[in-house]
């Protein structure tokens, strides 16, 4: 039939016919998704081959090993097993310290009689979201100086005066706390945004029934945020292999590698300060695939175990 | 509701007062820390131990060496002209890219959809996208920091379900009455989700604002470096910083100019941030909306 044989140029033609001002309408926003997400996706192709700019990404030869010569020489590196564990060790901090810290202070502050104190708390913990990185870090440099505040600090407590960002071991933890500090107010909005929905008519019937502010937050507040906690808790397991670089590469140096260079940090150094372009793409196209499949098996296993899910 | 008052119930509430005042205290410490290092006299800094509660001394010299600096007063005026420009392409894009999310009915809807969201989990990673945006001939130019940062796709999914709380017989009215889908979007949907707007204006405006890193790898002639890249050079690097290096409290003068710089470049957020709170919470509250 001639009919159901062309339907669908018909119908495109005919959506094309009456919807072009909306297509219209959204052509600068796909040409943006195209120029810059489509094409750097198309531009991955030079981890599999030997990136030269004069040569342009089609006219670079491709690797040995089946193009897969990058990542081969990358698992093969002292690097390989160094900048993973760095990464995971930095998000198992921030997991672990990070991620119920907000949920603490969002529990702390819905526990406020005073509406005007708490506001004046969340306002003051909000704050330092909005300082920029650059600032933060520069701030948390001069503090980890061997004058600096951190020093003065541990000194009341008998440390020698270092400086703090020489020392491998302790930049996990200044990294973590720094972090926390930072965004532990900023996290703590949505918690409270869902602790204001849980249902006010159970607190009270638990309070007649004489249970006390320890049983009602265990009891009451915590199951009735449960759905958050879990889809936060999804996404910051997800990106357990993404610890960003722009926090560390302004704060670390040569002498804390071993502890601070994280992949992100690796990929950056060798790709745009070093320019092995694709080497650094391979190692980023790794670190992509270990995160796509960290988000999923998380998503899979939370809607197993507790039937909520991100998709 | 009457509550209990029971010894663990006021010493849990007295402990949570005090606990969140030293939160507080904590949080501010150490901008007012940078504040007094800032106004402090470099020899009676350098002879202080311990925590600060006022200036040492004062001197106003860290302030007037920042303030007479090209390269801060070079980087405001670009990074002012990144938000502005910048601003006007983001909510532009984003706004239509919005609306169009909510035409369900037409036969690219879905296709387009997808597109947007496969962004969200996929990406090239960061040697393609240098690559790619040097090839658009925007390396060393401020529309770097514009162009390839235009739309943030959760903005826009969050702009999205405000539109689509926007009842559909008012868009139908417009049609009757002969508009088309720009009258729709800038009389009837831009109108109406004026808290949202500023959601967006605030959380583009404070990305721009706090982006050194596409800076960093993108611009390089002096004269177009933004705030936080001088700010970069000044208090990570230490470069450039002009000083007479002879004198023995060198190292002190430095401090209270870098704490200056972070007090300076701090300022402004700082001042205009009390008024925004309502709707960067309100912004939130869109995001869990859905469903």
Same mark, same amino acid.
């Given at each position: 039939?001639?009919?159901?044989?062309?339907?669908?140029?018909?119908?495109? *033609?005919?959506?094309?016919?009456?919807?072009?001002?909306?297509?219209?309408?959204?052509?600068?926003?796909?040409?943006?998704?195209?120029?810059?997400?489509?094409?750097?996706?198309?531009?991955?192709?030079?981890?599999?081959?030997?990136?030269?700019?004069?040569? +342009?990404?089609?006219?670079?030869?491709?690797?040995?090993?089946?193009?897969?010569?990058?990542?081969? *020489?990358?698992?093969? *590196?002292?690097?390989?097993?160094?900048?993973?564990?760095?990464?995971?060790?930095?998000?198992?901090?921030?997991?672990?310290?990070?991620?119920?810290?907000?949920?603490?202070?969002?529990?702390?502050?819905?526990?406020?009689?005073?509406?005007?104190?708490?506001?004046?708390?969340?306002?003051?913990?909000?704050?330092?979201?909005?300082?920029? $990185?650059?600032?933060?870090?520069?701030?948390?440099?001069?503090?980890?100086?061997?004058? +600096?505040?951190?020093?003065?600090?541990?000194?009341?407590?008998?440390?020698?005066?270092?400086?703090?960002?020489?020392?491998?071991?302790?930049?996990?933890?200044?990294?973590?706390?720094?972090?926390?500090?930072?965004?532990?107010?900023?996290?703590?909005?949505?918690?409270?945004?869902?602790?204001?929905?849980?249902?006010?008519?159970?607190?009270?019937?638990?309070?007649?029934?004489?249970?006390?502010?320890?049983?009602?937050?265990?009891?009451?507040?915590?199951?009735?945020?449960?759905?958050?906690?879990?889809?936060?808790?999804?996404?910051?397991?997800?990106?357990?292999?993404?610890? +960003?670089?722009?926090?560390?590469?302004?704060?670390?140096?040569?002498?804390?590698?071993?502890?601070?260079?994280?992949? *992100?940090?690796?990929?950056?150094?060798?790709?745009?300060?070093?320019?092995?372009?694709?080497?650094?793409?391979?190692?980023?196209?790794?670190?992509?695939?270990?995160?796509?499949?960290?988000?999923?098996?998380?998503?899979?296993?939370?809607?197993?175990? $507790?039937?909520?899910?991100?998709? | 509701?009457?509550?209990?008052?029971?010894?663990?119930?006021?010493?849990?509430?007295?402990?949570?007062?005090?606990?969140?005042?030293?939160?507080?205290?904590?949080?501010?410490?150490?901008?007012?820390?940078?504040?007094?290092?800032?106004?402090?006299?470099?020899?009676?800094?350098?002879?202080?131990?311990?925590?600060?509660?006022?200036?040492?001394? #004062?001197?106003?010299?860290?302030?007037?060496?920042?303030?007479?600096?090209?390269?801060?007063?070079?980087?405001?005026?670009?990074?002012? #002209?990144?938000?502005?420009?910048?601003?006007?392409?983001?909510?532009?894009?984003?706004?239509?890219?919005?609306?169009?999310?909510?035409?369900?009915?037409?036969?690219?809807?879905?296709?387009?959809?997808?597109?947007?969201?496969?962004?969200?989990?996929?990406?090239?990673?960061?040697?393609?996208?240098?690559?790619?945006?040097?090839?658009?001939?925007?390396?060393?130019?401020?529309?770097?920091?514009?162009?390839?940062?235009?739309?943030?796709?959760?903005?826009?999914?969050?702009?999205?379900?405000?539109?689509?709380?926007?009842?559909?017989?008012?868009?139908?009215?417009?049609?009757?009455?002969?508009?088309?889908?720009?009258?729709?979007?800038?009389?009837?949907?831009?109108?109406?989700?004026?808290?949202?707007?500023?959601?967006?204006?605030?959380?583009?405006?404070?990305?721009?604002?706090?982006?050194?890193?596409?800076?960093?790898?993108?611009?390089?002639?002096?004269?177009?470096?933004?705030?936080?890249?001088?700010?970069?050079?000044?208090?990570?690097?230490?470069?450039?910083?002009?000083?007479?290096?002879?004198?023995?409290?060198?190292?002190?003068?430095?401090?209270?100019?870098?704490?200056?710089?972070?007090?300076?470049?701090?300022?402004?957020?700082?001042?205009?941030?009390?008024?925004?709170?309502?709707?960067?919470?309100?912004?939130?509250?869109?995001?869990?909306?859905?469903?």
């Amino acid at each position: 039939m001639v009919l159901a044989h062309d339907t669908f140029r018909r119908r495109a *033609s005919k959506d094309m016919k009456r919807n072009w001002p909306l297509y219209l309408m959204v052509l600068p926003v796909v040409i943006f998704y195209i120029l810059f997400c489509y094409k750097p996706m198309v531009g991955i192709i030079i981890a599999f081959k030997d990136y030269k700019p004069n040569l +342009g990404i089609w006219g670079s030869p491709w690797t040995s090993q089946y193009g897969l010569y990058h990542f081969i *020489s990358f698992f093969d *590196s002292i690097f390989f097993a160094r900048v993973c564990i760095n990464t995971i060790m930095i998000s198992l901090y921030s997991l672990v310290f990070g991620f119920p810290a907000p949920i603490i202070l969002a529990l702390l502050m819905n526990e406020l009689r005073s509406q005007k104190f708490k506001r004046v708390v969340q306002t003051i913990t909000y704050f330092p979201h909005f300082v920029s $990185t650059v600032v933060i870090c520069g701030m948390v440099r001069q503090f980890c100086l061997s004058d +600096g505040l951190f020093n003065e600090i541990g000194s009341w407590f008998g440390a020698q005066p270092q400086s703090l960002l020489q020392v491998p071991e302790y930049f996990r933890a200044i990294y973590t706390a720094t972090g926390v500090w930072q965004g532990v107010g900023w996290s703590s909005i949505i918690y409270l945004a869902a602790i204001a929905g849980v249902d006010s008519g159970l607190h009270e019937a638990a309070a007649l029934d004489g249970a006390g502010r320890f049983r009602r937050i265990w009891h009451i507040t915590l199951p009735g945020i449960k759905p958050t906690i879990v889809i936060l808790l999804i996404m910051q397991i997800g990106g357990m292999m993404s610890v +960003g670089y722009e926090k560390i590469i302004l704060l670390y140096n040569e002498s804390i590698y071993e502890t601070a260079d994280v992949i *992100s940090t690796f990929v950056y150094r060798r790709g745009l300060l070093e320019f092995n372009w694709s080497f650094s793409t391979a190692v980023n196209l790794f670190n992509s695939v270990l995160n796509f499949i960290l988000v999923f098996t998380a998503n899979a296993i939370s809607r197993k175990v $507790t039937e909520t899910s991100l998709f | 509701m009457v509550e209990r008052k029971t010894i663990g119930e006021r010493a849990f509430n007295l402990f949570n007062v005090l606990f969140l005042i030293l939160l507080s205290i904590i949080m501010l410490y150490p901008m007012l820390y940078e504040v007094f290092v800032s106004l402090s006299e470099p020899l009676a800094l350098f002879s202080h131990r311990g925590l600060m509660f006022a200036p040492q001394g #004062f001197s106003s010299y860290a302030y007037e060496w920042v303030l007479q600096n090209n390269e801060v007063w070079t980087g405001y005026k670009n990074t002012i #002209f990144v938000i502005v420009v910048g601003l006007v392409v983001n909510i532009s894009l984003t706004s239509l890219g919005a609306y169009f999310l909510t035409r369900n009915n037409v036969m690219w809807h879905k296709p387009i959809m997808i597109m947007i969201l496969i962004t969200m989990y996929f990406s090239g990673g960061m040697v393609p996208f240098f690559l790619t945006v040097k090839d658009l001939g925007l390396y060393d130019s401020l529309f770097a920091l514009i162009f390839p940062t235009a739309i943030s796709t959760y903005n826009m999914i969050l702009l999205r379900s405000y539109f689509s709380s926007i009842p559909e017989s008012l868009v139908e009215s417009v049609f009757i009455d002969g508009g088309g889908h720009f009258t729709i979007l800038f009389k009837i949907f831009i109108p109406l989700s004026l808290p949202a707007m500023a959601v967006m204006v605030l959380y583009y405006g404070v990305g721009h604002w706090n982006t050194y890193f596409n800076a960093l790898i993108f611009i390089k002639s002096k004269e177009k470096f933004t705030l936080q890249l001088v700010l970069r050079k000044m208090l990570i690097e230490g470069s450039n910083l002009d000083v007479d290096q002879q004198t023995a409290e060198y190292e002190q003068v430095v401090e209270s100019i870098k704490a200056a710089m972070v007090v300076v470049s701090t300022v402004p957020i700082l001042c205009i941030y009390p008024f925004l709170q309502k709707y960067f919470v309100g912004g939130i509250m869109i995001g869990s909306l859905k469903e």
